[in-house]
């Protein structure tokens, strides 16, 4: 699979396998633009449990994929594929470009914050 995820005992209604299936369904639909998605679980500011849906866009896909438009039906997309599999968490999704996911990653693998 070609994402990753952390998982938190918060989620504890939640099926990781259909979360993996919806992201897997995800990619495939955006596969021309998204490299990857990265999720992980957790509580947010209301201690309500909620994921944390990272889109990588390929770096050359960025400038057709950034304005508001295309990322607000991206979302919308995203949250109805969810609900649709019965994930009914909020989900928090962001963007970034495949190098700027590159260069958090190896942020954090040295411990940088």
Request: aromatic residues 12%.
């Amino acid at each position: 699979m070609v994402y990753t995820s952390q998982i938190s005992t918060h989620i504890v209604n939640t099926s990781l396998d259909t979360i993996d299936t919806v992201v897997q369904q995800l990619k495939e639909t955006f596969s021309h633009a998204v490299a990857r998605f990265h999720y992980e679980f957790g509580l947010d500011s209301d201690d309500e449990p909620a994921i944390w849906l990272w889109v990588v866009f390929h770096d050359e896909q960025l400038e057709a994929q950034w304005p508001f438009e295309n990322r607000m039906a991206i979302r919308q997309h995203i949250r109805d594929a969810f609900q649709a599999a019965g994930i009914l968490h909020w989900i928090y999704i962001r963007f970034r470009s495949d190098s700027e996911d590159r260069q958090a990653t190896l942020m954090d693998q040295k411990g940088i914050a």
